[in-house]
């Protein structure tokens, strides 16, 4: 009977992936526009938005070890993780619109403060959000084929919501701009309208599901205990160092990115696939026939080649879209691959085809842009399955921890985990806007050899090497298919004998 209880219906696990879909209009905002926000749209230098980000991105990692604890000691009647998503949503939103408007006014001092305190707030309230929205993936099922399954729907969802981000969000800037071109007021609108999207999806969440896990022991054990027994725990050590360098690549490359098109890449190449796609007329035709042309005429009225003034942000949007669109679609097939393999596997190969394909990318000519194409493709491709499999595992320590101890902390295991997550972001835009100023990269500005080759490396000769030392932690993490399932059952076991059970509501 238990282990039916730990089925899910397809309505809860899409209710559950609609939170995690909201937390990535923040998250992808963040990997693939901030620091080029804040530079080139707010007015800050790189260094100075390097620093703020690095500021924000690491309270927010150690503000994660707070919440585990803070988590796993609340009691309601919803649960311990369910009333986090609640409460937040709306502070989210609201802090969410603030932290992407430019107010009139501000200059120097004042912006670099509004830019650094709009910041820390957002990044408290991802913590406060998502480390719970997180957690209680782990405790709504203890089934791991089931856990597989809902990480899956919930990743479908987050590349929906990334594919709406990077596909979207530059053109919706460009149309609230309007035709003087004001970006200051185009993030604040497309940023506002992406706030009530969060808020509506969060509620979601909340309302389709239920948290039925409960610790064998009711003895609530220290802060202190818990964090010691994370040091004993090399499942954990494993996957705490995997993370810190896996969103140190997706941090750093995100930014690095953006750069490699709106820089790096031919304009005119560039230009001829879009025109290709039917998306804009040919070079040296009139604009008329286009889809862009065809949007300019519905926005501003009249035929506004927007291939031709924006280039690089429609062949960027439409590459992110490619690549997110090739995830979702690959991102099916996790639940049926860990079945088959097992999740440390998959993600190892994964991880190690993904350093070779972003290696690939280094070779590829600025005018090559079929090849960066079909290399994106590539990269999605294999990348995909892990993406739902290392959450999924993320909760197998957290059983693990408890097969050990006898003792569950969910919270504290994910919150650090989280803060590993955290720090990454941090050091990949931190490392990024560094090495760029090292370089002698400028704002909106044509680039100097060393910046492009600077661009060049950091978008993909570092992130495949990160990937590498990706591939051999996981090689070293042991809880393999047999493990899991084995964990999985004698705990099942342990609650039958003790009378806890499965909770239901």
Not at 225 to 253: E, G, Y
Not at 371 to 394: C, E, G, Q, R, S
């Amino acid at each position: 009977m238990a282990g039916q209880l730990q089925k899910l219906s397809v309505l809860e696990k899409t209710g559950y992936s609609a939170g995690d879909a909201a937390a990535n209009f923040v998250f992808m905002t963040m990997i693939l526009f901030q620091a080029n926000f804040y530079t080139d749209v707010m007015g800050l230098t790189a260094g100075t938005a390097a620093t703020i980000i690095l500021l924000a991105r690491l309270w927010d990692a150690f503000f994660d070890p707070l919440m585990g604890v803070l988590a796993d000691r609340t009691h309601t009647r919803w649960g311990r993780f369910r009333p986090w998503v609640l409460f937040t949503a709306l502070p989210w939103g609201i802090v969410m619109y603030l932290a992407y408007r430019t107010p009139a006014g501000l200059s120097g001092n004042g912006m670099i403060v509004y830019a650094a305190i709009t910041n820390i707030l957002l990044m408290t309230l991802y913590s406060a959000n998502n480390m719970p929205y997180s957690a209680l993936g782990g405790v709504m099922t203890g089934d791991v084929d089931e856990r597989a399954s809902l990480n899956s729907f919930r990743f479908v969802s987050v590349n929906i919501a990334q594919f709406i981000v990077g596909g979207f969000t530059l053109p919706l800037v460009a149309k609230f701009a309007g035709p003087s071109m004001n970006r200051q007021h185009g993030w604040q609108m497309t940023m506002g309208l992406w706030a009530i999207v969060c808020v509506v999806l969060f509620l979601v969440t909340f309302a389709t599901t239920r948290e039925r896990i409960q610790p064998v022991s009711k003895t609530q054990s220290k802060p202190s205990q818990d964090f010691l027994d994370l040091l004993k725990n090399s499942p954990w050590i494993v996957m705490f160092f995997m993370t810190l360098a896996h969103f140190t690549i997706l941090s750093l490359r995100g930014g690095a990115l953006y750069d490699y098109y709106h820089y790096y890449a031919d304009k005119g190449a560039l230009y001829d696939w879009v025109a290709k796609l039917g998306l804009t007329s040919p070079q040296g035709a009139p604009a008329s026939g286009g889809i862009l042309e065809t949007l300019g005429y519905i926005v501003h009225g009249s035929r506004t080649d927007l291939a031709h003034t924006n280039v690089a942000d429609v062949a960027n949007s439409l590459l992110n879209m490619l690549g997110t669109a090739t995830t979702i679609i690959v991102i099916l097939a996790s639940p049926a691959l860990a079945r088959r393999f097992g999740k440390k596997v998959i993600a190892v190969a994964g991880f190690a085809l993904s350093a070779i394909s972003y290696a690939c990318f280094y070779v590829i000519k600025p005018t090559q842009v079929n090849a960066m194409v079909l290399i994106t493709i590539i990269n999605a491709a294999v990348y995909a399955p892990t993406i739902p499999l290392i959450w999924a595992m993320f909760a197998d320590v957290a059983d693990y921890s408890e097969w050990k101890t006898g003792r569950r902390a969910t919270g504290v295991v994910f919150a650090t985990i989280g803060f590993a997550l955290k720090a990454g972001l941090s050091l990949g835009s931190f490392i990024l806007l560094q090495l760029l100023a090292a370089w002698g990269y400028r704002a909106n500005a044509e680039q100097v050899p060393s910046a492009l080759e600077g661009i060049r490396i950091c978008s993909t000769l570092i992130p495949a090497g990160l990937f590498g030392l990706c591939t051999i932690l996981l090689i070293c993490y042991k809880l393999n298919k047999r493990l899991t399932h084995q964990i999985a059952e004698e705990l099942e076991e342990r609650r039958r004998e003790s009378g806890v059970g499965i909770a239901v509501a």
